[in-house]
């Protein structure tokens, strides 16, 4: 006998991105950073003693939203520590939307393409989903906010630097949807330590917004995406909203010491990231001069599109046949995808094995 | 403004114990286990090095489904990892019941008093609540899943052994609510390490149920309330349909690696959870030698009644007065509860200070 709801039935779960055990393979699949987190991290760690896992840790990470107020210039009761960036997406639904909503109304807004894990997590809410198309080079639309009001939405979603092109979206672009948009805008910043600049003026000084929840992980920045450790950056009343509907003790002992280590580091973590930014480049030019197409990307990843399938190449083939040589790749079967693939960066060697992967293909 | 769902607004959110941070304080409000977790378990969490923090971790966290599954003489997909026990009853809460739901239908059903949490976390779900109030000695009445399916709830959670009373249920009865009820019965077994035997015959073998959800917690019996570490035990079918709603990476490899060295250290689990129910009796006798009313517990702490009021003693003051001394209780103040005390079981060292304490009061 089925016992679960109609929703549940019905619903695709999330698809992550493949984790093969075999360390040979060179990961380029799901943008995780390819070097060590900071060297106090694994200290800190090693440091939590039985006394400290016998008893239960903070229930509000204290001592993490203190040091990431610090390193934010922000009050630590405008920060929110979550299981994962995905806790964060999961209580700003469970807090702002409705279930059983009808067309749009009291729903998410989401541009399309984007992070897919978004719609799994709405369907599971049971709230409605309104997509707006990104335009050709990926921008957001001028009437996005417009278009979300329209239908009734109380959650807008934005991952920038946007997923799966890695294109930035300026902080007064933002600024703007967030002064149309009459619910809550997230931005997702998983991938912001590789851009330009961020979106935290949003929510600081004399024009700080009420209605902005920024997301940040430690995940791809920090290198420390086995720690499951994110949080949210906010104005003291959403945050506070969030902080009553999430499980009571969501963040552990070992994350909370891990993640006020790592922002701590923060040297290595800048270090490595322009390591990771000087490689995009480099990558981005290789590819264009193999003839593939390349998005400017702001993030640990580049979207590209193969030469003209006339050439003999299509993106899915491409894909196997690098999986084949054990160089993981990110393939997506989607409308606007299905003809490019995404590609982390990672160390030199590794993306020459990719770049000599693919020319040996050609 | 205000932009969070009229439940969330409206929500009084979960109240933790109070986590003090001075280690000198006798601690004997939040039922953690007074010895230390299995050596192999520090030995697994520095064994995890930079490459395996910046990398994902196995989104089912695969090892330990394996590990658990091979403890309880279950198969891996009768096993979900959690962050928590908290996560598995938000689970089931989120795939079972329905939010809006109307005077029962959809939502859940619970004994009366219970774990506070179940009902901050149907509140956040936003789906109704039955309470079935106890019997005198805490038994659950005959017609629980009677009154239960008459309203139309679809989750029922029973804790045993019971919080905050430490009461057992057998299999059997057990069993025969499962029965009964027709939707899904989630028994709550956080404290089971410290009971006479637990209900996991009715997951198991030919008469197994297929609508039976079993909670355990590393919390409590494993020392490692620090982790965040539960997981649920059940049919395939349920199992499948919960791990469609869970967080994508819900587990990170510290904690996977933690739980996987804590199951193989059963003695030592066995062997501290076995000197806490011995002092649990000496605590029982000498409390019932000074005149309070203890009920007979299988968990790791006691809920006893102090003698008369008329002798000049009451719950609360007793409270505040343990608190003055620096040592810790918990105090409900609710019906049925607040003429009442419960009392974690530590070492014997922090039994004496406590009982010194209680009989320096008389």
């Known amino acids: 006998m089925a016992y679960e709801r109609n929703n549940i039935r019905s619903l695709s779960p999330y698809v992550p991105g493949e984790q093969p055990q075999d360390t040979r393979v060179v ?33 509000t990470a204290s001592e993490f939203r203190a040091v990431a107020a610090q390193t934010h210039d922000l009050d630590a009761d405008q920060v929110i520590a979550t299981n994962g960036g995905d806790e964060l997406l999961r209580l700003a639904m469970t807090v702002f939307c409705n279930p059983d909503g009808d067309e749009g109304v009291g729903g998410i807004g989401e541009t399309w393409p984007t992070y897919s894990l978004y719609d799994v997590l709405a369907r599971i809410h049971d709230t409605p989903i309104v997509r707006v198309p990104l335009e050709e080079d990926w921008a957001i639309p001028q009437d996005f906010a417009g278009q979300l009001n329209d239908a009734g939405c109380r959650l807008a979603i934005v991952v920038s630097p946007h997923a799966p092109s890695g294109r930035y979206e300026s902080c007064d672009r933002l600024r703007q949807i967030a002064t149309e948009f009459k619910g809550v805008l997230l931005i997702d910043e998983a991938y912001t330590d590789f851009a330009r600049d961020d979106a935290i003026d949003l929510i600081r000084g004399e024009d700080a917004m009420d209605n902005v929840l920024l997301l940040r992980t430690l995940s791809k920045g920090y290198s420390l995406a086995g720690l499951r450790f994110g949080y949210g950056l906010a104005h003291r009343n959403l945050i506070a909203v969030l ?52 998005w400017p990307s702001d993030s640990n990843f580049i979207l590209t599109k193969p030469p ?17 040589q054990g160089v993981f790749v990110r393939y997506f079967d989607q409308d606007r995808l299905r003809d490019k693939l995404r590609i982390t960066i990672g160390t030199p060697d590794q993306n020459n094995t990719l770049l000599r992967a693919l020319t040996s293909r050609t």
């Open 27 to 59: 990961k380029l699949n799901t943008n995780e950073n390819p070097y060590p987190p900071a060297p106090g991290v694994l200290e800190a760690i090693t440091g939590v003693g039985a006394d400290a896992l016998r008893r239960y840790p903070s229930p």
């Open 243 to 294: 902080d009553k509907a999430r499980d009571s003790y969501n963040t552990d002992i070992l994350g909370q010491v891990a993640a006020v280590a790592a922002l701590n580091g923060q040297e290595q973590a800048r270090t490595s990231c322009a390591k990771v930014v000087d490689e995009r480049r480099r990558v981005g030019d290789e590819l264009a001069r193999l003839g593939w197409w390349v």
């Open 308 to 324: 003209a399938p006339g050439s003999g190449q299509n993106a899915r083939d491409i894909y196997e046949s690098l999986k084949a």
